[in-house]
């Protein structure tokens, strides 16, 4: 699907420039007043983020709240370094004054025009709907009550529910120093389920959800049927764990969700800055093997609908599939314009920031395994004792010693090639660079997480998929307490 | 902020207009700057300025909110209509509203919080520059490093609600940070210190932070993975809060009130052993988490949370007080500072030397705590202690157990907190925690 960013750029001007009375010429001359200061790249931010959200309890929703926040960024570069001001008024001299604060960083001077071209047209992934006027404000409390009532109805050990409905919309104008203005629309829903489940004194809570760039409509009666069971088995399979084994052992992680293994043990390792930086485990091993020879990893910002998907990334580049391991080889970092530019390669339409307010940095899309030529069942007959991790909680890396860790709530004993029982939570320690060189078998049944998932860097958080087919790994360290 | 005084007002009697029972309006302002500096050269430079307006309308016992960083009058009237319209659609629950008018804070305190630092751009790249520096010369192994950064921020936040109650807040925050890589044999390892504080006079030196940094990501240098055994544990100063931050989840009204904790009906009873007590103190001077009145107005008031082992109250707002038929704590926004009484005249050093065999705990990475049942499982990095002496760098272990029986297992609180954040925790030595590795 092409879109006619000119009909965009019109929505996007009316939500962010017309209100204010900032005019095309505005723009280039706050990009020519930065250009002035010598600075090498540049780009001017605009950007309104609407959201609401809607929370059930005690089978009622008792909670909503709606927040509307813009702000314009202005971001200037020379050589390594670069200055960023924004300002939350859209008013012209606030603009002109933040404009001038970023490029402080800049010393020499030179008159330079900046020449705004014409928006050309870009693909897009995604349908420029605003999700929280795509539903009726009654029909969303009804879709939180069903949940409850489903919920509730599947077992009587169900003693709460925790139901949330959100919904997020945004309009984004970028301005960038070679005259160039890109516009976006990027809706976002996601829904969230949390029950707890009683039986004697024991507790434990089942947790579900999903989303995506779509609107409310996304939310079926069969995906909440899927939600609701997820999160009720997930809690009673939990009522009957027993404690998780310690030490090394085989592991085999479920497809979806546990592709967070992916993201934390290579994908941050293999973003621009950390690696132009020599900061990353992964520094100056590109075209090295990292993963066995059956791993292919790849970054795609252009998947219909995910989460994690973006037209263009936040300096208005598109965005694109990237292979970054191939076969077990290291072949492409996650670059944005600035990493690119020194490290003299080309972005790969990954430079994203949370917003107006924060650094654009190199970040993950939808980062995935490909699907190997095993079956499911296969790699589970294939292992004599070990355990299997169904469903992950979320993770965490240390990018220079490569160390990740990510929480399993929902795993099993293997035994002799069989499922055995449930075992209760636990964090998987490894080190990145070693870890998928141990990965021994994988399955043909990839799967994206279901769309839920924040990453956090640098103090910022943005949405991304996860996603890898089933899979073994020998020899990682399950930190249990028996 | 006067000016926010005046607006204030009106969005509370726009919200009255509209046919609102009670109302609460925040408004809050922040300005500062932030510089990195890397490789002896400034990296970044970001400058500040954000504003907020938030409102909650209560109407007949349904609550909406909204908030909106468009402070214009238009646009406040329209997050106040936004409000108003979503209070009609969510269900009545009678334990909404403001908090009793007769729990307001009577009266202002200062508590040392507002201390501007009249610190010039070039003075903080210079400051920034100068840490760095001293993480890379203090060993030729220490190659690198993720930067150094300088900060400064100035808030101010006002609330107010329709029980006439107005509440000013000004504060000031500034800190000094530095992580530095070291490395041996291809490999790396890296480790950041800090400083930060309400006023920049209690800031430690610059220069030091980058040292320290330097040490302690060569301290790490040779880490290996140990074999999975149990041992005893001690929580260094920088990782010990933590384990006092899910305890206080574990307390917290809205864990309770949904059946969520570990500690479900624990007040009045033992969670800990006798000799472990723990302070509220919302009034400390130059506090992180200092503030006479709590997010909706309530005064605060110090406390023993944990006096003698005994769960002595929760963390409760008038919400979910009024959800356990209980009263509110002050604590709506969470709890205040803490201080966590050193149970032995201890600290780190003198902890390890009385440990045959064991392992101390300098970093933790991952969630991995389950608040409902109390399980926990982390990633760990620190140091094997053999003899009562550091014998080599650990990582790439997890330290579990059940934080029900953590607690009841602490042996010694040392006298030895960081004082960097709202919770003052010394080293804390725990028995016989499982540690997979190997």
């Known amino acids: 699907m092409i879109n006619n960013q000119e009909s965009i750029f019109t929505q996007v001007k009316a939500s962010l420039l017309d209100p204010y009375n900032v005019s095309i010429q505005d723009l280039d001359l706050m990009m020519s007043e930065m250009l002035s200061k010598g600075i090498d790249m540049g780009d001017i931010y605009f950007q309104n983020i609407h959201q609401e959200s809607w929370t059930l309890e005690d089978g009622l929703v008792k909670k909503s709240s709606y927040s509307s926040r813009q702000g314009v960024g202005f971001r200037s570069i020379v050589n390594e370094q670069s200055g960023l001001a924004y300002s939350e008024s859209l008013e012209k001299d606030s603009l002109f004054k933040a404009a001038r604060a970023s490029s402080s960083i800049a010393k020499s001077g030179k008159t330079v025009t900046s020449k705004i071209e014409e928006p050309s047209s870009l693909q897009n992934y995604y349908s420029f709907v605003n999700p929280i006027s795509s539903l009726e404000d009654k029909a969303k409390i009804e879709l939180l009550q069903d949940i409850d009532t489903l919920a509730r109805s599947k077992d009587h050990r169900v003693k709460e529910v925790i139901a949330s409905l959100a919904g997020n919309f945004q309009n984004i104008l970028i301005v960038n120093d070679l005259g160039r203005i890109v516009s976006d629309i990027r809706p976002m829903v996601r829904l969230s389920l949390s029950v707890i489940v009683e039986e004697g004194d024991r507790k434990e809570r089942g947790t579900s959800g999903g989303g995506g760039r779509v609107d409310y409509a996304f939310f079926n009666q069969s995906k909440i049927k899927t939600y609701v069971a997820e999160a009720v088995d997930q809690a009673l399979i939990n009522l009957e764990a027993v404690e998780a084994p310690a030490g090394e052992m085989t592991v085999v992680l479920g497809s979806g969700w546990p592709g967070v293994l992916v993201h934390e043990a290579i994908g941050h390792g293999l973003e621009g800055d950390f690696n132009r930086k020599k900061t990353s485990a992964f520094s100056g091993l590109m075209g090295e093997k990292v993963a066995s020879s059956i791993c292919t990893i790849i970054d795609d910002g252009t998947i219909k609908d995910a989460r994690g998907s973006l037209n263009v990334d936040d300096e208005g580049e598109p965005t694109e599939r990237t292979v970054l391991i191939e076969d077990g080889k290291l072949c492409n970092y996650m670059q944005d314009q600035l990493n690119a530019r020194l490290m003299n390669t080309k972005s790969t339409g990954n430079g994203r920031r949370e917003s107006y307010s924060t650094q654009t940095i190199p970040r993950m899309t939808n980062t995935f395994m490909l699907g190997g030529s095993h079956k499911h069942e296969e790699i589970i007959e294939s292992v004599d004792e070990g355990i299997y991790a169904k469903n992950f909680g979320g993770g965490q890396v240390d990018i220079t010693s490569g160390k990740f860790v990510f929480s399993a709530n929902e795993a099993y004993l293997i035994k002799n090639g069989k499922i055995d029982r449930p075992i209760k939570g636990a964090m998987l320690i490894g080190d990145g660079p070693s870890a998928l060189n141990k990965v021994s078998m994988i399955a043909d049944d990839l799967a994206l997480d279901p769309g839920i998932g924040n990453c956090g860097k640098d103090g910022q958080t943005v949405p991304v998929n996860v996603g890898q087919p089933t899979m073994k790994i020998e020899n990682l360290t399950v930190g249990g307490t028996a | ?438």
């Open chain 2, 1 to 438: 902020m006067e000016q926010h005084q005046d607006k204030a007002e009106k969005a509370l009697k726009y919200a009255k207009s509209l046919g609102a029972n009670e109302a609460s309006v925040g408004f809050a302002d922040g300005e500062g700057f932030s510089v990195t500096a890397r490789n002896r050269a400034i990296e970044t430079v970001q400058d500040y300025k954000d504003q907020s307006f938030n409102i909650t309308v209560y109407l007949d016992k349904s609550v909406g909110s909204a908030s909106s960083n468009n402070l214009s009058e238009s646009a406040i009237k329209a997050t106040i209509d936004k409000a108003f319209s979503l209070s009609s659609l969510t269900a009545t629950d009678d334990c909404n509203g403001l908090a009793d008018k007769e729990r307001m804070a009577p009266g202002a305190k200062d508590l040392d919080l507002y201390f501007p630092w009249n610190l010039d751009i070039k003075e903080a790249e210079t400051m920034a520059i100068e840490c760095e520096a001293s993480a890379l010369e203090y060993d030729d192994k220490v190659i690198n490093s993720e930067g150094a950064t300088v900060g400064s921020y100035v808030n101010q936040s006002l609330y107010a609600n329709s029980h006439g109650f107005s509440g000013e807040t000004k504060s000031t925050g500034h800190s000094i940070s530095c992580t530095a890589i070291a490395s041996d044999n291809g490999l790396m390892e890296m480790d950041y210190d800090y400083t930060s504080a309400r006023h920049y006079k209690d800031l430690q030196d610059h220069k030091e932070i980058g040292s320290l940094a330097a040490k302690q990501a060569l301290d790490h240098l040779g880490s290996k993975k140990i074999k999975t055994t149990k041992a005893p544990v001690v929580f260094s100063p920088r990782v010990s809060s933590s384990l006092i931050s899910h305890l206080m989840t574990a307390i917290s009204g809205s864990s309770l009130y949904r059946n969520a904790s570990f500690l479900v009906d624990s007040k009045d009873k033992k969670i800990c052993p006798e000799f472990i007590s723990i302070r509220e103190e919302p009034h400390l001077k130059r506090g992180f988490s200092s503030c006479y009145f709590d997010a909706e107005g309530v005064e605060t008031v110090p406390r023993c949370i944990v006096e003698n082992g005994v769960l002595k109250g929760y963390l409760l707002s008038s919400y979910s007080a009024r959800r356990l038929g209980l009263d509110t704590t002050g604590n709506a926004g969470g709890h205040h500072n803490l201080i966590v009484e050193p149970t032995a005249d201890e600290n780190l050093e003198s902890m390890i030397k009385n440990i045959d065999s064991g392992f101390l705990v300098t970093g933790l990475i991952g969630y991995g705590v389950n608040i409902v049942n109390g399980d926990y499982s982390r990633g760990a990095n620190g140091f094997w202690i053999e003899n009562g002496e550091i014998a080599y760098p650990v990582s790439e272990v997890t330290v579990a157990g059940n934080l029900k029986d953590m607690l009841m297992r602490i042996i010694t609180i040392g006298n030895d907190p960081e004082k960097k954040g709202s919770i003052f925790s010394g080293s804390v030595l725990i028995d016989d925690l499982m540690i997979a590795g190997e």
